[in-house]
């Protein structure tokens, strides 16, 4: 298989891209990670490029992400927002779980609201939902069902108690 070969391949899988924990505010539009290729106190930003940042890409697919290598003294992740804001956050002598646990309480969703989110996405998707709180109140609504009883009667040899009933 081709997309298994370089340097750690199972970047590159589906399981390992939807293990990705860092979901980006939606008011996040570009995100930006300032490092060296150089020097001790970069090497969790080197770690935290290399894993992590597939993960945000693919789990953030509205959002720019943008590495600039070798141009700063210290490493540093700036978030430009939709309003023209932008956050500066530091990651200096920082390992990558330290990194991503930082941006998950400064600018990722709660966990909360990507709960809420998949349940929404769950109601809205599935025609076959139907009931209170969905687009449908009843499967009667969908052509080609039978109707419900309480409006129109069932055909006496649809129903159990004339089928089964001896005579």
């Not at 930006?32 to 290729?37: L, P």
């Not at 930003?45 to 945000?56: G, L």
């Not at 939709?82 to 998950?104: A, C, K, M």
């Not at 039978?146 to 055909?155: F, K």
Request: proline share 7%.
């Amino acid at each position: 298989m081709p997309f298994m070969k370089g340097a750690a391949p199972v970047r590159r899988t589906m399981k390992f891209l939807n293990a990705g924990k860092l979901v980006l505010k939606d008011k996040v539009k570009i995100f930006s990670v300032n490092y060296n290729t150089q020097g001790d106190h970069h090497a969790g930003a080197r770690d935290f490029v290399f894993w992590n940042i597939p993960q945000v890409q693919f789990k953030n697919p509205n959002v720019q992400v943008v590495t600039f290598k070798n141009l700063t003294p210290s490493p540093f992740i700036r978030c430009y927002f939709q309003d023209g804001r932008d956050i500066l956050i530091d990651i200096d002598s920082r390992n990558r779980e330290q990194i991503l646990d930082h941006l998950i309480k400064v600018i990722g969703k709660s966990q909360e609201t990507l709960v809420a989110e998949a349940r929404l996405v769950e109601k809205k998707d599935n025609p076959a939902n139907f009931g209170v709180g969905c687009d449908r109140h009843c499967i009667c609504e969908i052509p080609g069902q039978v109707p419900c009883p309480g409006t129109i009667p069932v055909p006496e040899h649809m129903r159990g108690k004339h089928i089964f009933q001896s005579k």
